[in-house]
Nanobody, 125 residues
Framework: VQLQASGGGSVQAGDSLRLSCAGSGRTFSDYAMGWFRQAPGKEREFVAAISRAGTVKRYAVSVKGRFTISRDNAKNTGFLQMNNLNPGDTARYFC???????????????????WGQGTLVTVSS
């Protein structure tokens, strides 16, 4: 599956952004999805993950309660709603997808074989 992430931008602390990840080329609902981010000079880190049907979700501690992952399989698109952003959220955000069994969520980057190109989020104080 090919992935295209979008929706990044430059915002102020406390603002919101909604990232999208459009999938093509395969049956999107066969894939679990995840969002990861990488800040300059840092390792890529897990942000959120969602199962194929969207019924199971996992979040990094740093974003829990502020970010919401979702998906619309009819539109082959995944989303990451980010609220109450702070400068620590500044990073390039990547979506990823991996074929898996129903109900599984994947939180480790090495387990994903399909990645989007990333979209930059910059949060200023």
């Amino acid at each position: 599956v090919q992935l295209q992430a979008s929706g990044g931008g430059s915002v102020q602390a406390g603002d919101s952004l909604r990232l999208s990840c459009a999938g093509s080329g395969r049956t999107f609902s066969d894939y679990a999805m995840g969002w990861f981010r990488q800040a300059p000079g840092k390792e890529r880190e897990f942000v959120a993950a969602i199962s194929r049907a969207g019924t199971v979700k996992r979040y990094a501690v740093s974003v829990k309660g502020r970010f919401t992952i979702s998906r619309d399989n009819a539109k082959n698109t995944g989303f990451l709603q980010m609220n109450n952003l702070n400068p620590g959220d500044t990073a390039r955000y990547f979506c990823a997808a991996q074929q898996t069994v129903t109900g599984a969520v994947i939180t480790t980057s090495v387990s994903y074989n399909n990645w989007g190109q990333g979209t930059l989020v910059t949060v200023s104080s």
